[in-house]
């Protein structure tokens, strides 16, 4: 089971340098779309949550020593509502951000959870954060992130309220599947004897591939 965790990790390390952009046939659907299109945002929002590393590694890091189900709904509760926040008012009110440095910031998101999972702040003893307002605050940076990518192809204005209201609503669904297949992994890792072994090396690849992420990010932001 070590050896899959590593080799997600270490995958998503590598797509996280390539960024999760919508693909060029998916780009050019939405941009020829005019007016309402619930399904097609839908299914955007899914597949962007689905198939975005940066996400999916926060979450990993936020459930990963997760057990009760009531503590998995408070802080995904807390992330979803506030990526929600700034994904509807970041293209609603036309919010122009770069794309480059909030992807950084939610490369310190990673960042932070794996840090915090390897007692991190413990050790350094100067003070702990509240991980339920830490949480929350970077979910509105990933929604910021998701609004600088759905503003690039969303050409039309009319029913824009209700394919952002679609996307959101795929962006949940897709979350929903992704926590699923991460939560049976953890639960089936968890199972075995080497799991609290194991279990610092895998955050220490995570705080690592939140490096890279904002490392990337960062410098193209600077660059550009």
């Known amino acids: 089971m070590i050896k899959l965790a590593v080799l997600?990790?270490?995958?998503?390390?590598?797509?996280?340098?390539?960024?999760?952009?919508?693909?060029?046939?998916?780009?050019?659907?939405?941009?020829?779309?005019?007016?309402?299109?619930?399904?097609?945002?839908?299914y955007l929002g899914a597949k962007h949550m689905f198939t975005g590393y940066d996400h999916l590694l926060f979450l990993a890091a936020v459930i990963f020593f997760l057990y009760r189900?009531?503590?998995?709904?408070?802080?995904?509760?807390?992330?979803?509502?506030?990526?929600?926040?700034?994904l509807l008012?970041?293209?609603?009110?036309?919010?122009?951000?770069?794309?480059?440095?909030v992807d950084a910031i939610i490369g310190l998101s990673i960042v932070y959870k794996a840090f915090e999972n390897m007692n991190g702040f413990v050790a350094w003893g100067r003070f702990k954060p509240d991980t339920r307002v830490a949480v929350m605050v970077f979910g509105l940076?990933?929604?910021?992130?998701?609004?600088?990518?759905?503003?690039?192809?969303?050409?039309?204005?009319?029913?824009?309220?209700?394919?952002?209201?679609?996307?959101?609503?795929?962006?949940?669904?897709?979350?929903?599947?992704?926590?699923?297949?991460?939560?049976?992994?953890?639960?089936?890792?968890?199972?075995?004897?080497?799991?609290?072994k194991h279990a610092f090396a895998v955050n220490s690849l995570l705080l690592c591939?939140?490096?890279?992420?904002?490392g990337h990010q960062f410098t193209g932001y600077l660059l550009a």
């Open 69 to 86: 189900p009531r503590d998995i709904f408070l802080y995904i509760t807390l992330f979803t509502v506030g990526h929600s926040i700034t």
């Open 141 to 196: 940076f990933h929604g910021l992130g998701l609004a600088s990518k759905l503003q690039d192809y969303m050409a039309s204005q009319d029913g824009q309220l209700i394919n952002l209201l679609s996307f959101n609503i795929g962006v949940e669904l897709g979350q929903l599947l992704a926590l699923a297949v991460l939560f049976s992994l953890l639960l089936a890792w968890r199972s075995q004897p080497g799991f609290a």
């Open 209 to 214: 591939a939140g490096l890279i992420l904002f």
């Open 8 to 42: 997600l990790v270490l995958s998503c390390t590598t797509a996280l340098t390539f960024g999760h952009d919508i693909s060029a046939d998916n780009a050019q659907f939405v941009k020829s779309l005019l007016g309402p299109a619930p399904g097609p945002f839908m």
């Open 89 to 101: 008012l970041g293209v609603l009110a036309n919010w122009q951000f770069s794309g480059q440095l």
